[in-house]
């Protein structure tokens, strides 16, 4: 669950959320090449579409976030990708809220930003078999990381939502199984058909 809606996190949280939000998407934006507009369109939109869809797990409810693919392809540009996702979200379908919009963006964009800074050189110069095998490492280190960042943003706000972090944090174990065998996959073709998309000449 990484849509938390209004209503549920502290002050504190999300004011947090909110200027770490707005120096990452300054940074985004700094580092954007106009010409990979086309393709942060193009994933942004993926992540809208494929993040709606809800997967009960027990008392909680999981969808992809892709997190870890999105940095290899965008690196910091992940940030714009996913604040413009999760905003047309919460205005056309109400996922998660507009208050909580930088907290939101920061649990799902920051994991999977890291795992594109360490990995993408490493993907970049690998065989496809190779490149599946680190993409996939990276994946499951952002399923994670945004696990246990949605789990900490509920905790930091109030102890009631400790039970329900833990919980949720358990319903991440599948997904990170999903979400690394998809971006392997994908970036295993990649490989095969656009080997210069990692390309450090090629970032967002």
Same mark, same amino acid.
């Given at each position: 669950?990484?849509?938390?809606?209004?209503?549920?996190?502290?002050?504190?949280?999300?004011?947090? /959320?909110?200027?770490?939000?707005?120096? &990452?998407?300054?940074?985004?934006?700094?580092?954007?090449?106009?010409?990979?507009? *086309?393709?942060?369109?193009?994933?942004?939109?993926?992540?809208?579409?494929?993040?709606? %869809? $809800?997967? *009960?797990?027990?008392?909680?409810?999981?969808?992809?976030?892709?997190?870890?693919?999105?940095?290899?392809?965008? /690196?910091? &540009?992940?940030?714009?990708?996913?604040?413009?996702?999760?905003?047309? @979200?919460?205005?056309? %379908?109400? %996922?998660?809220?507009? #208050?909580?919009?930088?907290?939101? #963006?920061?649990?799902?964009?920051?994991?999977?930003?890291? $795992?594109?800074?360490?990995?993408? *050189?490493?993907?970049?110069?690998?065989?496809?078999?190779?490149? $599946?095998?680190?993409? =996939?490492?990276?994946?499951?280190?952002?399923?994670?990381?945004?696990?246990?960042?949605?789990?900490?943003?509920?905790?930091?706000?109030?102890?009631?939502?400790? #039970?329900?972090?833990?919980?949720?944090?358990?319903?991440?174990?599948?997904?990170?199984?999903?979400?690394?065998?998809?971006?392997?996959?994908?970036? =295993? %073709?990649? +490989? +095969?058909? +656009?080997?210069?998309?990692?390309?450090? @000449?090629?970032?967002?």
């Amino acid at each position: 669950m990484a849509h938390i809606p209004d209503g549920v996190l502290s002050t504190q949280v999300l004011i947090g /959320g909110g200027l770490a939000a707005a120096a &990452a998407l300054a940074l985004s934006l700094r580092a954007m090449d106009e010409r990979a507009l *086309p393709r942060v369109a193009i994933v942004s939109a993926g992540f809208f579409a494929i993040s709606l %869809f $809800a997967i *009960p797990v027990g008392p909680a409810s999981i969808h992809l976030l892709l997190g870890g693919l999105m940095g290899l392809i965008l /690196g910091p &540009a992940i940030f714009a990708a996913v604040f413009a996702a999760l905003l047309l @979200q919460a205005m056309m %379908f109400g %996922f998660g809220g507009l #208050t909580t919009l930088g907290v939101n #963006t920061i649990n799902v964009a920051l994991p999977g930003a890291l $795992a594109g800074l360490v990995l993408r *050189p490493l993907v970049a110069r690998a065989s496809a078999p190779r490149a $599946a095998l680190i993409a =996939s490492l990276g994946s499951a280190f952002a399923v994670i990381g945004a696990g246990l960042m949605v789990a900490g943003s509920l905790a930091l706000s109030s102890s009631d939502y400790e #039970t329900s972090a833990r919980v949720m944090i358990a319903t991440y174990a599948p997904l990170t199984i999903v979400e690394a065998l998809i971006a392997g996959s994908c970036v =295993s %073709f990649v +490989k +095969k058909v +656009k080997p210069d998309l990692f390309d450090a @000449q090629d970032r967002a």
